[in-house]
């Protein structure tokens, strides 16, 4: 990769404590709802704030890192490497053209090499395990997952701390929704993490039809307090700075695409800090009597 470059004219506009580290598993089961878009977007946009960020692509269809740029012929250790036991995970750790975004690819080449994967993540854990030593290198890391659920998506939202869960308008993203929380719910029960909901991500915005209406009256009666207040609009933007194999803030950081992941990312990271906040204050308040 050759120099990294920043986002011009994107810097934060104040310095920001960051907040803990954190772990985001970006999921839903099911396909073309803006998960990829959002794992790539929203990476940019955590490290353009300072943050050190890590996207983890888990899809074997590979399309993160498509979107970074990146090509078979640039990849020679990847997550396949690292969870076949061959690689030690700093090995498939790349950077990315943008400083502060590093990324490890999904390097499935074949239909045995996806079964093989799918056999891997059997045991759930295998991700979280093989993290481990990188974690803290990282304020924030992403995992994009394919679109299901179960093997490969479970083995992320077992390393995750949290998930975000794009949601395009439509009826079968309603029902997707409730399989996901099912699902969370079953992963407490049978596993010892408790997964946090990060929060309900509108995508594809488009705003004034029907299926926008009844898609957010939906959501709003059954997951009010779970979606965030920034919506993606659709934006040809997105789609375009993925051809060039680049985030949008180096695409084009002016356009409406790009920064609403800006927004997304400072409406995480705030929500993130109070939520600290909220935990600190009763240590602070027993320790001084406050
Ligand atoms: N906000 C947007 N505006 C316009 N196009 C978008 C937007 N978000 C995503 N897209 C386009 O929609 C398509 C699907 O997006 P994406 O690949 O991110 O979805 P996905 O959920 O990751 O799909 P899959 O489940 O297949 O992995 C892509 O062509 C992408 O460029
Ligand atoms: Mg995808």
Not at 60 to 81: E, K, M, N, Q
């Amino acid at each position: 990769m050759s120099a990294r470059v920043s986002c011009a004219g994107c810097g934060p506009a104040a310095p920001i404590v960051l907040p803990m580290a954190r772990t985001i598993a970006v999921a839903l089961p099911k396909g073309g709802v803006g998960k990829t878009t959002t794992a790539v977007n929203l990476a940019a946009s955590f490290a353009a704030e300072g943050a050190r960020t890590l996207l983890i692509d888990i899809d074997p269809i590979g399309s993160s890192g498509v979107a970074l740029g990146f090509t078979p012929s640039t990849i020679s250790t990847g997550l396949y490497d690292v969870l076949n036991f061959v690689a030690a995970f700093p090995a498939a750790i790349y950077h990315t053209e943008l400083a502060g975004l590093d990324f490890v690819p999904c390097n499935v080449r074949n239909l045995q090499n996806e079964e093989r994967l799918a056999k891997l993540a059997d045991n759930r854990t295998i991700l979280r395990n093989m993290m481990r030593g990188v974690v803290d290198r990282y304020d924030y890391i992403l995992i994009d997952c394919p679109p299901s659920l179960r093997g490969l998506s479970t083995a992320a939202l077992a390393a995750a701390d949290s998930v975000l869960i794009p949601v395009r308008p439509g009826h079968f993203s309603l029902d997707a929704i409730d399989k996901l929380f099912t699902y969370l719910d079953w992963m407490r029960e049978n596993t010892s993490r408790p997964i946090a909901v990060e929060g309900i991500v509108i995508t594809m915005h488009e705003p004034n039809t029907r299926v926008t209406e009844i898609t957010l009256r939906e959501l709003s009666s059954r997951y009010r307090r779970h979606i965030l207040s920034t919506m993606i609009p659709r934006s040809d933007t997105l789609s375009e700075a993925s051809f060039y194999g680049k985030p949008a803030l180096l695409y084009n950081s002016a356009s409406r695409g790009s920064t609403s992941y800006r927004t997304l990312a400072r409406e995480i990271i705030a929500r993130q800090q109070a939520a600290q906040q909220a935990t600190l204050q009763p240590t602070i308040m027993e320790r001084y009597g406050a």
